[in-house]
């Protein structure tokens, strides 16, 4: 009987090491794991007709074509903007492919890939909204809305220093939206292409001032030191501008 049992316990520890082995290689090996915030048009959202299960947008794509390169799968791990960098770094996701900007204090935590796309901040305001025209307006104790840990978020917090009272922060630029349209707030600070499919999806407008915010760069994050996956990721983004690819899904996705 105890030997019975013994086996019984042998033979299922051999199960669960060839389960885990399967795993193992069914799973991680060959799937892509793209870590993002899916709440920014047109780069990453959701959609019920989406390129990898429900996510879409110029991201998704060109993770897509990453993954594709390289034999594997795409995955989308959908997470609050804040998050990814410790995703990465730990390993939770391959790679972040979320509209960010590569910037000094990021590259400290994670390493980029070469720049795919040009943006800078612009203010999403109310269609009839005359008193915001320059970022410096902002100062004058308007309410302003921005998603937290954007770089968005720096600017108003650290260049503008509107005061903390002011500020609204919340984890998901298409929410943060809503509260200009239903008054709550006079602007939101977010990146261009999404801001200018934000306000247009809500009958707002985009008030630009280029010369109080600088053009930033976005690229990939891989963990520090993941050179294999960040030289994949170059050629392939290499490729994509080369071909013209990277402007065609620009343009297919409405920017
Ligand atoms: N480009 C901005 C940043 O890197 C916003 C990115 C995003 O919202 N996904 O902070």
């Known amino acids: 009987m105890k030997k019975g049992l013994m086996k019984i316990a042998a033979l299922s520890a051999v199960a669960v ?33 989406g390129l990898v299960g429900e996510f879409d947008g110029i991201d998704v794509a060109i993770a ?29 996701v391959d790679m972040v492919a ?29 269609a009839d909204n005359a008193d915001i025209t320059k970022a410096d307006d902002l100062k004058n104790g308007k309410k302003v809305g921005v998603v937290l840990g ?9 260049t503008l220093q509107i005061a903390e009272e002011n500020i609204t922060r919340a984890n998901r630029g298409i929410d943060i939206v809503q509260d200009v349209k239903n008054g709550k707030l006079d602007a939101v600070v977010i990146d261009s292409a999404t801001g200018k499919a934000l306000a247009e999806k809500n009958g707002l407008k985009v008030v630009e001032d280029a010369e109080a915010f600088e053009s930033e760069e976005y690229a990939i994050a891989v963990k ?32």
């Open 17 to 49: 090491m060839a389960a885990a082995a399967l795993a193992g290689c069914g799973g991680k090996g060959d799937k892509l794991v793209m870590g993002t915030n899916a709440a920014f048009p047109p780069f990453e959202f959701t959609t019920s007709t």
């Open 224 to 255: 520090k030191g993941n050179t294999e996956l960040l030289d994949k990721i170059n050629a392939t983004l290499a490729e994509m501008k080369a071909n013209g690819e990277i402007d065609e899904l620009a343009v297919k996705y409405n920017q």
């Open 98 to 126: 979320a509209g960010m900007t590569a910037t000094d204090e990021r590259r400290q935590s994670v390493d980029f890939s070469d720049t795919y796309f040009v943006a800078s901040q612009v203010m999403v305001v109310g």
């Open 64 to 92: 897509n074509n990453i993954a594709e390169s390289m034999g594997k799968t795409l995955e989308v791990a959908d997470m609050d903007f804040d998050g990814l960098i410790a995703a990465v770094s730990t390993g939770k």
């Open 150 to 158: 954007y770089t968005g978020d720096g600017i108003v917090t650290d």
